[in-house]
Each structure stands twice: as structure tokens, then as C-alpha cells.
């Protein structure tokens, strides 16, 4: 079945510290991808999305390339800020209306 | 242009009741999914409702059961509750007319707490 797999956090980094959290997939057909954000007390935003292989989705500074080859969307920033610091989701919808989210990875960004 | 709303915001019952949650989808969107995210974990698919109809359900048991109102808004209701029943749910809406392939807007969800 599809599924998503994301690093395990949390990830601790300093001001101004670049970012990567990685996520692969697994899925049949050509899945869209998301990538969420849930900061305390609140429900998820959309950060970015991707529908097709080799698109890139960018918002707010970060970025993600939808890559078929390796099955992966991997999440970047060049500089994060304390205000980051949230619980971030992959997620994929593979035409069945439903979406499958990883586990989450904690962001903690220090000043 | 109101988002997606969840009421209540908390809620707390004991094991064997019941309860119902309420959502109400952002303008313009006709398909509302639920999901529920335990503690630490990702969200999991519950069920997605469609022109009033249940269009798609994940792995969850009969307890868990759901409508749709004409004006699009839902509820979900569980019966029988257990104490691993103790989660985020969360509503997510969408628009029918762009596709499946459109991102779905969340709500902030209401926190079940069960005693």
C-alpha cells in the first residue's frame, strides 16, 4: 500500500542553519505531495505541494523537489528562523481522495 | 473568507459515551474529510464525505460513523468510546471542481480527551 516515511526528529538546529528533512514514498501511479505544518495548539498548513515529477514547490523560503527517480520530497531551507520551530508533514494523495501523512518531524530552532 | 472551523475546540468524556464533533468547510469547498491524529503521530485517514454520501473510509471501526449536510458542513460521531479514542480530529476541506490533486485545508481540530 502507499505510504510515507519521514526522518525522525527531533532536529535542533541554530539560527540561520540550513535545513533538510527527508521524505520518501511509496505509492502507485503518480501521487501529488504535500508537505505540512503544525505549529502547538493548531491544525496543519499547507507549506508547500507538488502534482508531478520534477516540480519544485517553494513557499515562505522553503522548497521540495518532487523526484520520481529516487522516490523522494525532501524538504529545504537556506536560513531558518526560531519562528520555524513547529512539527512539519509529508503527505501524498494518489487519486483515492484520501491523503497518507508520515509521522511528523519536530523542528527546534535556537537563537 | 472563514477558513475551515472545528467546534468544540475540547472536549472531554468518559470510556463508553458518545460525542459528536462539527465542521464546517471553507467557502466554496463541498468535500470534507476527517482524520485522527494521536498524540506524536501523524494524522490517519478516517472518512471523506461527498453530496452527502460517505465516498471513501480508511481502517477505522463502525464506532466511527459521519454525515454531510446540504450546506456542505459535517460531523463526525463516535460511539462507545475507549480510551485510545483520545486524539486530534481533524476536518480538512476540498473543492470537487479542481481535482483531487488540490491540497485539502485543515481546520485547528478538536482535542478529545477521554477519562
Known amino acids: 500500500g502507499n505510504s510515507v516515511t519521514q526522518m525522525e526528529g527531533p532536529v535542533t538546529l541554530s539560527e540561520e542553519a540550513f535545513l533538510t528533512i527527508n521524505c520518501t514514498y511509496t505509492a502507485t501511479g503518480y501521487p501529488s505531495l504535500f508537505w ?3 505549529y502547538p495548539g493548531e491544525g496543519l498548513q499547507l507549506l ?3 502534482t508531478k515529477a520534477d516540480d519544485k514547490g517553494s513557499n515562505k523560503g522553503f522548497e521540495a523537489t518532487y523526484r520520481k527517480e529516487t522516490t523522494s520530497f525532501h524538504l529545504e531551507k ?4 526560531v519562528s520555524d520551530s513547529a512539527v512539519y508533514f509529508c503527505a ?3 487519486g483515492t481522495y484520501k491523503y497518507i501523512f508520515g509521522t511528523g518531524t519536530r523542528l527546534k530552532v535556537l537563537a | 473568507d ?3 472551523t472545528q467546534s468544540p475546540t475540547h472536549l472531554i468524556k468518559t470510556r463508553g459515551q458518545q460525542v459528536t464533533l462539527r ?4 467557502s466554496g469547498h463541498d468535500t470534507v474529510s476527517w482524520y485522527q491524529q494521536a498524540l506524536g503521530q501523524g494524522p490517519q485517514f478516517i472518512f471523506q464525505y461527498y453530496e452527502e454520501e460517505e465516498r ?5 471501526p463502525d464506532r466511527f460513523s459521519g454525515h454531510q449536510f446540504p450546506n456542505y458542513s459535517s460531523e463526525l460521531n463516535v460511539n462507545a468510546l475507549l480510551l485510545g479514542d483520545s486524539a486530534l480530529y481533524l476536518c480538512a476541506s476540498s473543492s470537487s471542481g479542481q481535482g483531487e490533486r488540490q491540497p485539502q485545508h ?3 481540530g478538536t482535542r478529545l480527551s477521554i477519562l
Open chain 1, 78 to 81: 537556506g536560513s531558518v528562523q
Open chain 2, 56 to 60: 471513501q473510509r480508511g481502517n477505522f
Open chain 1, 36 to 38: 505540512y505544518v503544525q
Open chain 2, 106 to 108: 485543515f481546520g485547528d
Open chain 2, 2 to 4: 472563514a477558513g475551515v
Open chain 1, 92 to 94: 501524498l494523495s494518489s
Open chain 1, 48 to 50: 508547500l505541494k507538488a
Open chain 2, 23 to 26: 465542521c464546517s468547510p471553507k
